[in-house]
């Protein structure tokens, strides 16, 4: 009678396995895609991403290259949420905003070495990151949050403690290199670069420890509301943790892939259309905030606000002090020009910015007046960047 117990519950344990593994194939379906495209590109060399001539196989590529990139984002804040889920906050949106900046630094680094030398292509990318994440995405994750919850809390002293870096680090890498006087421009001179990219660094791990070990408690919510909504979160389909982290390293290296090649169309599309350079960095930002703007929603509209204040406030602070530091690099090991200070109505614009996310997020509690705010910021940025 043993034997055919034991066979029958392994039958019974493959026939389970089963749907679960057809499942994960169809979950992971975007995988096979983006390796695939992938594979082409690099087999093609340069004849795919370098068509000038044809406007419209320029356009093809341009789209086909953003679709694939998006989709595989997509999986990235899937599988970081899964790991959020088995890691506990705040590794799991550390993770995730780790992913995504190392997405930006391949997508910039690429750009400024292809063609003519744009030397306000990194600040362009930046500042579009900070004007996306800090008044587009927390707007709409604040007014969608609002209109559901209609007010929504979150732990004020980690709010305090990203907004702090963020200013300061903003200030010093955007706003200070316009009032320097040692090169002509808003530069800066080598000592004041190299002074710049080790500070950033400093910082940011500074602040990675008291996030991920001294003060930990800070980035977690703490509210009655916090422990309604686990349950939630739960609703993922989760699997082990290496999993998980496997299928997080094979769609990032695939997004890194197709990044670096969607760098250069993306380049020759804005010298084709004569459109502004400053559209070349929003499209960047956009890509590279993809997956945490749909963490950052989804957690919103789970009543999970201080997950997404995590999400959006560490990809800003993660991307000035990381993303500095690397475009500051690329500068001066190939000599080319680098301008970082924020020139125009954009300098008002940041600062308004910066000053706004501090009275937003003054108290311990938001509702759908501060989403409007920051949205109108968010209007204001895109306007600028068509008619400065």
Same mark, same amino acid.
């Given at each position: 009678?043993?034997? &055919?117990?034991?066979?029958?519950?392994?039958?019974?344990?493959?026939?389970?396995?089963?749907?679960?593994?057809?499942?994960?194939?169809?979950?992971?379906?975007?995988?096979?895609? %983006?390796?695939?495209?992938?594979?082409?590109?690099?087999? #093609?060399?340069?004849?795919?991403?370098?068509?000038?001539?044809?406007?419209?196989?320029?356009?093809?590529?341009?789209?086909?290259?953003?679709?694939?990139?998006?989709?595989?984002?997509? =999986?990235?804040?899937?599988?970081?949420? =899964?790991? %959020?889920?088995?890691?506990?906050?705040? /590794?799991? $949106?550390?993770?995730?905003?780790?992913?995504?900046?190392?997405? +930006?630094?391949?997508?910039?680094?690429?750009?400024?070495?292809?063609?003519?030398?744009? &030397?306000?292509?990194?600040?362009?990318?930046?500042?579009?990151?900070?004007?996306?994440?800090?008044?587009?995405?927390?707007?709409?994750?604040?007014?969608?949050?609002?209109?559901?919850?209609?007010?929504?809390?979150?732990?004020?002293?980690?709010?305090?403690?990203?907004?702090?870096?963020?200013?300061?680090?903003?200030?010093?890498?955007?706003?200070?290199?316009?009032?320097?006087?040692?090169?002509?421009?808003? $530069?800066?001179?080598? +000592?004041?670069?190299?002074?710049?990219?080790?500070?950033?660094?400093?910082? /940011?791990?500074? !602040?990675?420890?008291?996030? $991920?070990?001294?003060?930990?408690? /800070?980035?977690?919510?703490?509210?009655?509301?916090?422990?309604?909504?686990?349950?939630?979160?739960?609703?993922?389909? #989760?699997?082990?943790?290496?999993?998980?982290? $496997?299928?997080?390293?094979?769609?990032?290296? %695939?997004?890194? =892939?197709?990044? +670096?090649?969607?760098?250069?169309?993306?380049?020759?599309?804005? +010298?084709?259309?004569?459109?502004?350079? %400053? !559209?070349?960095?929003?499209?960047?930002?956009?890509?590279?905030?993809?997956?945490?703007?749909?963490?950052?929603?989804?957690?919103?509209?789970?009543?999970?606000?201080?997950?997404?204040?995590?999400?959006?406030?560490?990809?800003?602070?993660?991307?000035?002090?990381?993303?500095?530091?690397?475009?500051?690099?690329?500068?001066?090991?190939?000599?080319?020009?680098?301008?970082?200070?924020?020139?125009?109505?954009?300098?008002?614009?940041?600062?308004?910015?910066?000053?706004?996310?501090?009275?937003?997020?003054?108290?311990?509690?938001?509702?759908?007046?501060?989403? =409007?705010?920051?949205?109108?910021?968010?209007?204001? !940025?895109?306007?600028?960047?068509?008619?400065?």
């Amino acid at each position: 009678m043993l034997a &055919p117990m034991s066979v029958k519950k392994r039958r019974d344990r493959q026939a389970q396995s089963a749907p679960h593994l057809g499942s994960a194939i169809r979950n992971e379906f975007a995988l096979a895609i %983006a390796w695939g495209t992938a594979a082409i590109f690099f087999a #093609t060399g340069s004849q795919l991403v370098e068509i000038v001539a044809h406007p419209v196989a320029l356009i093809v590529v341009f789209l086909w290259l953003f679709v694939i990139i998006l989709w595989s984002a997509i =999986c990235v804040a899937r599988h970081a949420d =899964c790991l %959020a889920i088995k890691l506990g906050e705040p /590794y799991g $949106t550390l993770i995730l905003t780790l992913s995504a900046i190392s997405i +930006e630094v391949v997508m910039i680094s690429t750009a400024m070495l292809h063609g003519a030398n744009n &030397p306000t292509l990194g600040r362009d990318s930046i500042f579009a990151v900070i004007m996306i994440a800090l008044n587009g995405l927390v707007g709409l994750c604040l007014l969608l949050g609002g209109m559901r919850y209609r007010e929504q809390h979150y732990n004020l002293q980690g709010v305090n403690a990203y907004l702090n870096v963020i200013m300061s680090l903003a200030v010093l890498g955007l706003v200070l290199p316009n009032f320097t006087t040692s090169t002509s421009g808003p $530069t800066f001179s080598f +000592e004041q670069a190299i002074f710049l990219a080790v500070v950033s660094l400093s910082l /940011y791990a500074i !602040f990675l420890f008291i996030q $991920t070990m001294r003060h930990r408690r /800070y980035f977690v919510d703490s509210s009655d509301n916090a422990a309604g909504t686990n349950s939630v979160q739960h609703s993922l389909q #989760t699997r082990s943790t290496p999993f998980h982290a $496997t299928m997080l390293l094979l769609y990032l290296v %695939a997004v890194i =892939c197709l990044a +670096e090649r969607f760098a250069i169309p993306l380049d020759n599309s804005i +010298e084709k259309f004569n459109m502004p350079q %400053a !559209f070349g960095g929003a499209i960047i930002a956009a890509l590279v905030l993809s997956p945490e703007g749909f963490g950052a929603i989804d957690a919103s509209l789970r009543n999970q606000l201080q997950r997404s204040i995590n999400i959006l406030l560490g990809s800003v602070l993660a991307t000035i002090g990381l993303t500095i530091p690397a475009v500051v690099t690329i500068g001066l090991v190939t000599k080319r020009s680098v301008t970082l200070g924020v020139q125009g109505g954009n300098l008002p614009l940041l600062l308004l910015t910066l000053a706004v996310s501090v009275v937003t997020f003054s108290s311990r509690k938001t509702n759908i007046l501060q989403g =409007c705010v920051h949205l109108l910021l968010f209007a204001v !940025f895109v306007l600028l960047i068509f008619v400065p």
